[in-house]
């Protein structure tokens, strides 16, 4: 059975940094596109960054201040969150889906995803 596994969350003030991990339990996500993405209260689901084939996209209020990485064996997804607003509070989930050429798209549209985590929670204070 394929899970992913979301940790790395907590309370930080503005300007600190959180690394969060996704385990993918089962599976190894070597073809397919992995993201991240935050959902904030009031807000909709949003798309922070994306990775297939060691190629990354992100979200624009994210550039220059989140890297999106895996380890060799595409088991494990990072996000790497830096210099931290507290506009980057939500919940964030990982997401994986078979194929890469729509990745970059997976930004924005979530359909193509198979498996999604359970969520971890960020919240960043002024």
């Known amino acids: 059975q394929v899970r992913l596994m979301a940790s790395g969350g907590g309370s930080v003030q503005a300007g600190g940094s959180l690394r969060l991990s996704c385990a993918a339990h089962?599976?190894?996500?070597?073809?397919?596109?992995m993201g991240w993405f935050r959902e904030a209260p009031g807000k909709e689901l949003g798309g922070v960054a994306t990775?297939?084939?060691?190629?990354?996209y992100y979200a624009v209020a994210v550039k220059g201040r989140f890297t999106i990485s895996q380890n060799n064996a595409k088991t494990t997804l990072y996000l790497e969150m830096n210099s931290l607003k507290p506009e980057d509070s939500g919940m964030y989930y990982c997401?994986?889906?078979?194929?890469?050429?729509?990745?970059?798209?997976?930004?924005?549209?979530?359909?193509?995803?198979?498996?999604w985590g359970q969520g971890t929670q960020v919240t960043v204070s002024s």
């Open positions: 997401a994986a889906g078979n194929g890469r050429n729509w990745c970059e798209a997976g930004l924005r549209s979530f359909e193509y995803y198979s498996f």
């Open positions: 089962g599976y190894s996500f070597d073809d397919f596109c």
């Open positions: 990775i297939a084939g060691g190629t990354t």
